[in-house]
């Protein structure tokens, strides 16, 4: 079982930068893929970025790429995502999810989730 705890987002000014922070509980956290996803305001789910449990293997949504950074810290249990010249079309809620098994952007893959932190970007 882990549990998810996200944080870091808020409001930012387009071309601005968050840091978002996922905090995971359970001394099995190196063991999973993690991801992060978002969901804006009337739209599907979708998938951000993920990193293998190692952090040798990371994956991006195309329209992150180059803006965004996904890294861990498996010592403190903790998931990153660096987001820099954030649009406005990246505002959303981001979730963090963990999966034992698989790497991708399936979000059905995935087992664990957070709550979600919304990240607000103002044109």
């Known amino acids: 079982q882990v549990q998810l705890v996200e944080s870091g987002g808020g409001l930012v000014q387009a071309g601005g930068s968050l840091r978002l922070s996922c905090a995971a509980s359970?001394?099995?956290?190196?063991?999973?893929?993690m991801g992060w996803f978002r969901q804006a305001p009337g739209k599907e789910r979708e998938f951000v970025a993920a990193i293998s449990w190692n952090g040798g293997r990371t994956q991006y949504v195309d329209s992150v790429k180059g803006r965004f950074t996904i890294s861990r810290d498996n010592a403190k249990n903790t998931v990153y995502l660096q987001m820099n010249s954030l649009k406005f079309e990246d505002t959303a809620v981001y979730y963090c999810?963990?999966?034992?098994?698989?790497?991708?952007?399936?979000?059905?893959?995935?087992?664990?989730w957070g709550q979600g932190t919304q990240v607000t970007v103002s044109s």
């Open positions: 359970g001394r099995t956290f190196r063991r999973y893929v």
């Open positions: 999810a963990a999966d034992p098994d698989h790497f991708g952007p399936r979000s059905s893959e995935y087992d664990y």
